[in-house]
């Protein structure tokens, strides 16, 4: 079936540095989402982008909708301890909806002190 | 607001034993769906809903049986549980439409439950 494929797996960064990562996929999709999956809790939206090209911020948190609409990027600005756990890229073949969401295997962030 | 309420939270099963996963939500979602989560494999959507009666095959059907006889309820049926649907099982619900911008697009989950089969 089709995946979204996330890079990196996985990073370990230092607080207050900025993390960068990445989505893509093989065909297109019309809206991307951005999770945070927290040790045993569900996935939690962080960010919903619906137009190519589309920026958008949410604290500390920027993402971008790429323009091919086969990829987006999720960047984090001055990271601290409570950014770790899983992120999660999501697309939707619908424009506007949420249904059927497609998930990529996932970012798990760890911070250090 | 409860949101999205699973139960159990935890389960240890016999190969052969079946189970049923419980989910509710108090949003009044059309929308509802199953995931199942695997180290590596990220979120696989098993079955879902789009409304009271209706259920729909996803990504990796076989083995699960679903039922959403009531809008705000969705059970994830084992009937002969395996070693391989071992796992961390997720169920979410969303609106049918919304808007990007509205602060409650995108799928609301519940906390989860985790499965294991011996």
């Known amino acids: 079936g089709q995946q979204l494929n996330q890079s990196p797996q996985s990073m370990f960064i230092q607080e207050g540095e900025d993390v960068s990562m990445n989505c893509t996929s093989s065909?297109?999709?019309?809206?991307w989402l951005w999770y945070k999956q927290d040790p045993g809790e569900g996935p939690v939206l962080l960010i919903a982008l619906y137009k190519a090209g589309e920026l958008t911020s949410n604290g500390r948190l920027t993402a971008q909708f790429g323009i091919t609409r086969k990829d987006s990027f999720l960047n984090i600005s001055a990271s601290i301890p409570s950014d770790v756990g899983i992120y999660f890229c999501a697309g939707s073949r619908a424009a506007g909806t949420a249904s059927k969401l497609t998930f990529g295997t996932g970012t798990r962030l760890q911070v250090t002190l | 607001n409860a949101g999205v309420t699973q139960t159990p939270k935890f389960r240890v099963l016999k190969t052969g034993q079946s189970m049923t996963l419980l989910c509710a939500q108090d949003?009044?979602?059309?929308?509802m769906y199953w995931y199942r989560q695997d180290p590596g494999m990220g979120l696989r959507l098993i079955h879902y809903s789009v409304g009271e009666g209706t259920t729909a095959k996803g990504e990796v059907p076989d083995g699960y049986n679903v039922s959403r006889l009531k809008k705000q309820n969705f059970l994830l049926g084992l009937e002969s549980a395996a070693p391989s649907q071992t796992s961390v099982y997720f169920c979410?619900?969303?609106?049918?439409?919304?808007?990007?911008?509205?602060?409650?697009?995108?799928?609301?989950f519940g906390s989860g439950t985790r499965l294991t089969v011996v």
């Open positions: 979410a619900s969303s609106l049918l439409t919304g808007t990007v911008r509205s602060s409650n697009y995108g799928y609301t």
């Open positions: 949003m009044n979602h059309e929308y």
């Open positions: 065909s297109i999709f019309n809206t």
